[in-house]
């Protein structure tokens, strides 16, 4: 167990729809990452946050978004769903104390279907 | 650009049998080095990490990895495997400013033979 959770396990839903996603790092850590795994592009970064703030953007598409909540918490949301966006949806969270690269430590994941 | 590249998108190991899984990266300075592991519908474990120092690192599991420069590599062994280790594994590339994402290849999947 990495101390990191992320609900809902499963989602299903329909073409257009809008899904919320979220993720509660572990204990003390300031930073969230939100990434995407499919079967033809892998795992990639989306976005990450830091103590509340926007702190850098991988290839999030213009109908995802996120924020991060005071207590710390993430969410990740997806609107006018599209097949393609079926894929395993992973949050990871880290110290960041600045000066070198922190570990990151993975949720389970969140497993998205749109029919 | 980061990038890394896992050679190997599936190999089978007879258990008991020792295990090397390849990576190579690109990064102009000195890269942070991971490997995951992922069970089918887990999420991804940290099986170990290098940021500096002694370029053979331990990790959990039995695994270790070493850091070649020279060879932009950062192979992951291990002596003998065991049938739970059949899995998918991954190696990823972190800059070295601190809170940067991960660059991930795509992925070795393990299957282990009795």
């Known amino acids: 167990d990495s101390g990191v959770t992320q609900t809902p396990k499963h989602l299903i839903t329909a073409t257009g729809q809008r899904v919320t996603l979220r993720c509660s790092p572990r204990?003390?850590?300031?930073?969230v990452y939100w990434y995407q795994q499919s079967l033809d592009q892998g795992l990639q970064f989306l976005i990450q946050y830091y103590n509340g703030e926007e702190r850098a953007k991988g290839n999030i598409l213009e109908r995802f978004s996120a924020q991060q909540f005071p207590d710390l918490h993430s969410e990740l949301n997806l609107s006018s769903l599209e097949l393609g966006d079926s894929a395993l949806y992973f949050c990871?969270?880290?110290?960041?104390?600045?000066?070198?690269?922190?570990?990151?430590?993975f949720g389970p994941g969140t497993r998205l279907l749109v029919l | 650009a980061q990038s890394v590249t896992q050679p190997d998108i599936h190999i089978t190991v007879s258990e008991g049998a020792s295990l090397e899984l390849r990576c190579n990266y690109s990064?102009?300075?000195?890269?942070?080095l991971f490997w995951y592991v992922q069970s089918p519908g887990q999420g991804l474990q940290l099986l170990l990490k290098?940021?500096?120092?002694?370029?053979l690192v331990q990790g959990i599991k039995g695994f270790e990895a070493e850091f070649k420069r020279s060879q932009s590599s950062f192979n992951l062994r291990k002596p003998s495997v065991h049938w739970s280790d059949a899995a998918e594994y991954f190696c990823a590339v972190g800059a070295d400013q601190a809170g940067t994402a991960l660059i991930f290849g795509k992925g070795t999947t393990l299957s282990v033979s009795s």
């Open positions: 990064y102009g300075a000195t890269p942070y």
């Open positions: 290098y940021f500096s120092g002694d370029t």
């Open positions: 990871a969270s880290s110290v960041v104390s600045g000066g070198r690269s922190e570990t990151q430590y």
């Open positions: 204990s003390g850590d300031l930073s």
